[in-house]
């Protein structure tokens, strides 16, 4: 059995343990690259023709006819691992990541190499970051209470999140969340019974952020449903 | 991708039919899978997969991609569209890929660019293999308002059974979640109708005592206005609860709301009016329990600056209950007092917070309340609190508290008739004769201690020891001496809350551990 035929059935069996039925055939990999360390990219399929492989962000690059007429229809959506030959054609196409394979950036590419260039492909990548939400409760907040962050993630779910408590009068919470969503929350102690509420007692507007990068949020919370 | 085109003022309906439709709620994306057939403008695409950003509002179509309108039919090997202006940029399945823009979604009316246009119009992201909230075969997106998933089975909750249709809104307003229904071991909301400002639910609920019941409720939202929630929890059952909460922003200044339930042959029913008064805050409260009813006016300050970051306020109320049956106990006082008007005053005194050794930060509040009732009587409450606090890493917090509260209910002369001397019998029979000498005079002390581990966002351990010292306090009468908790709470999914916990309270009244609390939610 040959190396690229071993590496093609190990990452076969990753797959099905990761994906379960989602496991789909792989493709052994190519024999251009260094048998030893081969290169790989990591990106999203987005579409796949004769000629071209089409990947998260418009990025296109030439299919070399080495990746054979293997069906990718599954693949679709999925992140992919590619390798590419001398010429920059895309010659393997993986699930997993190879054993021994070296993981690049796809943003490492020479743009000549690709058929259509996305702008920036490796930055548009919808990748996670994290928001630190720190609020900041009124004094007489009872002292053995936990305070909770509510999301529209959850459809506003009264206990969604349990802060922690950095001081007496202070919780913070670290968010992880796509780069470019937005996220609308407020603040309760376990249930809409005790929500925040303004200073005079009246309901509040939600708090809304843009996930544009990690960044730290400051609230304040005036009052309590329950503690006016 | 369509950069310059404005957004279209009508809402528009994007219908997606597909062998598997997956809904991740937290990033509300429709990934598609499998004979993915899309309609939108009167245009159709087929195509191998689809990823639809809903809080966006555009799609990546991919695989064998054919735009169709009548009889033009145009092959891409990606698509990606923007739904409101219902235009389009696709690459090409050509030998030379190239990029196309479609003004209006046509596939006879394109143009060839040189490059991607700006904007993520190819942005998606893989899941790969997460479960999702919802899978579905068929979905309606009405963009800005609300996706509609059919038939909607839930993959990532095991105790959530299927459901022949659920309307996702997207109206991100909390009031539209807002819930009137009693807290419950396990709540699945299955949404049945609705848009941006009102929504239809179905709740599949396990009630501790009760077991398995539905719930309906209905909202009706004017954005943070106002709202308006209706409930029916367990119909039929004895548990039947129903509930009405209304809340309504009159101006800046001005706010109202009014809540009412019905549960147990007993209704309960609350008004509150809030406005800002110059500096002051004025609040009226008229509240109903069966026949008993009250009514109170108060004044507040806001939190004032003293001294050294200390704040104080100060609040006045004066007020009235009613009970047909007499607010004071017959046997002290065979007169009936069916109507009896009190006044109040409270003062509130916050310390700012101090960092202390070993970094530690510690605050404390002070209040002081005493009530004159009508009737020769005062009730006085004088109560503390210190709290310290320590952060030992980023995953590990610590947490002490101290209060201590006094309450005193004076009834001058008559104290011995509303007091008697009176033996307590104890939960295990006996009889606590140290009782005799309660005189309406309450001292409580709560000491507390909370550990908790956050090693992610989503799961949490909490463990509590909670020591008291109470008067009058005896085995199994009053509040365990000695309690701990131990309380884990964790999100499988984005969707899916799970919180288990116990607590051991030593034996007290010859109770050692609770029984195990569950609570599932969304």
Known sequence: MGRCEVLALVAERDALKRIGALAFALVAFGTSARADEPQVYRSTLLGISTTAITLEGGATLRRSPALGARDFTRALGHTVYVQLDDDGTVTALALVLPRHAQLLPLADLPQATFAIAARSAAQQAADHITLTIVVAVPPRTPSGDDVYLSTDRTGFAAAELRMNRIDPLHWAIDVPIARGSTLVYRFTRGSSANGERDAAGGGVHAHLVLADAPKRTKDNVASWADVP | ?522
């Open chain 2, 1 to 522: 991708m369509c950069a310059l085109s404005a957004r279209a003022d009508a809402r528009t309906t994007l219908d997606v039919r597909a062998g598997t439709l997956d809904f991740y709620s937290d990033v509300l994306a429709l990934v598609a899978h499998d004979r993915v057939v899309a309609t939108i403008g009167g245009k159709t695409i087929a195509a191998d997969y689809a990823y639809i950003d809903v809080y966006h509002d555009r799609a990546v179509f991919g695989g064998d991609v054919h735009l169709r309108e009548g009889a033009s039919d145009r092959a891409f090997a990606t698509l990606a569209v923007d739904i409101d202006a219902i235009c389009g940029t696709g690459i090409t399945a050509d030998e030379t890929p190239r990029i196309l823009a479609l003004a209006k979604l046509d596939p006879r009316d394109e143009d060839v660019l040189d490059a991607l246009p700006t904007g993520d119009a190819f942005t998606v992201t893989a899941f790969d293999g997460r479960a999702p909230y919802i899978r579905a075969r068929h979905a309606v997106l009405n963009a800005h308002a609300s996706v509609r998933l059919t038939p909607a089975a839930f993959p990532s909750n095991l105790f959530a059974p299927p459901a022949p249709t659920f309307l996702y809104s997207l109206a991100a307003n909390p009031n539209l979640t807002t819930s009137t229904l009693p807290a419950a071991t396990f709540d699945q909301p299955l949404n049945l109708a609705g848009g941006k400002n009102a929504l239809l639910a179905a709740h599949l609920r396990y009630l501790e005592g009760t077991g398995g019941v539905i719930a309906f409720d209905e909202h009706l939202v004017d954005e943070d206005r106002a709202y308006a929630v209706a409930s029916l929890d367990a119909p039929a059952r004895a548990a039947q609860t129903l509930g009405l909460s209304a809340y309504q922003r009159m101006s800046d200044k001005l706010t109202q709301s009014f809540d009412t339930s019905r549960s147990f042959g007993l209704t309960v029913a609350h008004y509150a009016f809030n406005a800002e008064v110059g500096r002051l805050y004025g609040r009226l409260d008229v509240g109903q329990a069966g026949a008993s009813g009250t009514i109170e006016t108060s004044l507040r300050t806001r939190e004032r600056p003293l001294f050294g970051g200390a704040t104080y306020r100060l609040r006045a109320a004066y007020g009235l209950d009613h009970n047909p049956f007499g607010e004071l106990n017959r046997a002290a006082d065979p007169l009936n007092y069916p109507l009896l008007f009190r006044t109040s005053i409270q003062a509130d005194l916050a310390s700012p917070l101090f960092h202390g050794p070993f970094g530690t930060s510690v605050s404390a509040t002070l209040s002081d309340a005493q009530t004159w009732y009508a009737y020769p009587r005062t009730r006085s409450s004088l109560g503390s609190t210190a709290t310290i606090s320590k952060r030992f890493s980023s995953a590990l917090f610590g947490n002490a508290s101290v209060s201590t509260n006094f309450f005193a209910d004076d009834y001058g002369r008559a104290q011995l008739k509303f007091f008697p001397p009176t033996p307590v019998v104890l939960s295990d029979g006996s009889t606590w004769f140290g009782a005799d000498a309660f005189r309406g005079f309450t001292t409580s002390r709560t000491y507390s201690l909370d550990l908790y581990l956050t090693p992610r966002p989503s799961t949490d351990v909490r463990l509590n020891i909670t020591r008291t010292n109470d008067f009058p306090q005896f085995n199994g009468y009053g509040r365990p001496i000695t309690v701990a908790r131990v309380d884990v709470r964790f999100r499988p999914i984005p969707n899916l809350g799970i919180a288990i916990g116990r607590s051991d309270q030593f034996g007290w009244g010859g109770v050692r551990f609770s029984r195990w609390s569950l609570s599932v939610t969304p």
